[in-house]
């Protein structure tokens, strides 16, 4: 059976309120009628040693004293009899007021051996249910007789009961605000269990973007306060996740770009020297395009494959000091003729002592393919190698006067096949767009920085920050 939170919070609060006011009324209740009877019989004790007191030493006869003391008792409704060691009512005359002598062997046992006898209640030896006390009167150490007082409990009842309804009356007032209290402490905090429930709700349906109110004060704020931070990382994963889902499909739909114009070619040519449709003149034409498609392809499939090894922190470096002019040489080098066929200069700019602290193998490739990308945009320009040492950091910068790059694409150019133009896909050099996303995880491995800055038609500046070793 299915119970609602609300109604067991309330039940619960409810049960225990109920329980803790029947226990605490009636202690309270029992703590008051005893006290009530504690006193009537006090007040009896004392009455009862001042009339022995003033019998034993008052020059007055004892029917005087007597008489004096039933006078002033019977208006409080207190009744005495004064008895010797045989038991034998010793005030006759006023007889008609005095208690009967009606002592249970055990209490007329320790009256004998000068023990003060109490009953707080007692609803069998009289007419009326009394409060009784006998106290003995012990001369010279011995039991001579004693003193018998009696008072109706009527009135000390009459106060319990009065008491006991106004304890009602209260306990009902507290349970009615209580009832009230807990229907609204209730649902205060149901309401906010209820608003997480429906943010759950919420979130298991695919909406990521609800928050709920939280706090510090209890462990339902807090609670809260962790449903906020799960539900912000599950935001930030799943938009993670669907970048990566549309970097997928665009990763896809650029390989088989890629892909299809060489295959394309290929396919032309091979099916032109099956069916002799090319003439003899253009058939080595022919057979390079193919070896230069061919090429083409397995450039696309090895930067793939570096890219993922690299990607996943499968690449192992092997860092060493080099000297960064020997470095740059090399680039100038290798790249001279593809620069010069844009009529392009590469510039070197760096002392001989500059070293930098790095993979040989990778820091080339870092090199050459920004310098590519650099050859690639520039007409007619010039491409600068720079190197410095700025605390305790090598400062690589590969500067080109060419077309610039919009500062809207420069946080783009890093994404694998990223092209922030159309026309790079008919450049031989780079025309992947997997070169920059190879160079940033390079450096991100060497624990370095890369930084573009650049303006449309003023060219595009590299600067590279490598640590040096220590």
């Known amino acids: 059976m299915r119970i609602k939170y609300f109604y067991q919070q309330f039940s619960s609060h409810i049960g225990i309120i109920v329980v803790a006011f029947l226990i605490l009324s009636l202690l309270f209740s029992h703590y008051v009628e005893r006290l009530v009877y504690e006193n009537k019989t006090e007040e009896l004790m004392t009455y009862g040693e001042n009339i022995l007191k003033d019998i034993q030493f008052s020059r007055l006869r004892t029917e005087q004293i007597i008489y004096q003391y039933e006078n002033v008792l019977i208006g409080r409704n207190i009744h005495f009899s004064v008895f010797d060691l045989n038991a034998k009512i010793l005030n006759p005359s006023t007889g008609k007021h005095a208690p009967a002598m009606k002592l249970t062997e055990d209490e007329w046992e320790k009256i004998t051996h000068g023990e003060t006898v109490v009953v707080r209640q007692d609803l069998k030896r009289f007419e009326q249910e009394v409060s009784l006390v006998a106290l003995p009167y012990i001369v010279n150490g011995e039991f001579i007789g004693g003193i018998l007082l009696t008072s109706p409990i009527s009135g000390s009842r009459e106060m319990v009961t009065d008491f006991n309804q106004f304890l009602i009356y209260t306990i009902l007032i507290a349970l009615s605000i209580s009832f009230l209290l807990s229907l609204i402490l209730s649902r205060i905090h149901v309401n906010r269990i209820k608003r997480i429930q429906e943010a759950t709700s919420l979130v298991s349906a695919g909406n990521y973007n609800v928050s709920v109110p939280s706090s510090n004060f209890d462990e339902i704020g807090e609670l809260a306060e962790d449903f906020n931070q799960m539900v912000k990382k599950l935001n930030a994963s799943m938009e993670e996740i669907e ?228």
């Open 243 to 470: 970048s990566l889902e549309n970097r997928r499909r665009q990763f896809m739909a650029d390989v088989s770009h890629e892909m299809r114009t060489p295959l394309t070619t290929i396919s032309g040519v091979i099916e032109g020297l099956r069916s002799d449709m090319i003439p003899e003149s253009e058939k080595e034409r022919g057979i390079q395009l193919v070896s230069k498609e061919t090429k083409r392809l397995i450039r696309l499939v090895n930067e793939n494959l570096d890219y993922e090894k690299i990607r996943s922190n499968q690449v192992k470096l092997f860092k060493e000091e080099i000297q960064l002019l020997e470095a740059f040489e090399i680039i100038q080098e290798q790249l001279e003729s593809q620069a010069a066929d844009k009529n392009n200069q590469i510039m070197i700019d760096v002392h001989e002592e500059i070293t930098v602290y790095a993979d040989y193998d990778r820091l080339i490739q870092i090199l050459i393919n920004i310098t590519k990308n650099s050859i690639q945009f520039t007409q007619d320009g010039t491409i600068w190698l720079k190197g410095r040492a700025e605390n305790r950091e090598c400062v690589i910068e590969i500067e080109d006067t060419g077309i610039g790059i919009n500062p809207e694409d420069i946080e783009n150019i890093w994404r694998r096949f990223y092209k922030a133009d159309l026309s790079r896909t008919t450049i031989p050099y780079g025309e992947f767009g997997l070169g920059l996303s190879i160079v940033k995880k390079l450096i991100d491995l060497h624990d370095g920085q890369v930084e573009v800055t650049s303006k449309i038609d003023q060219g595009a500046k590299f600067t590279i920050r490598l640590p040096l070793m220590k």
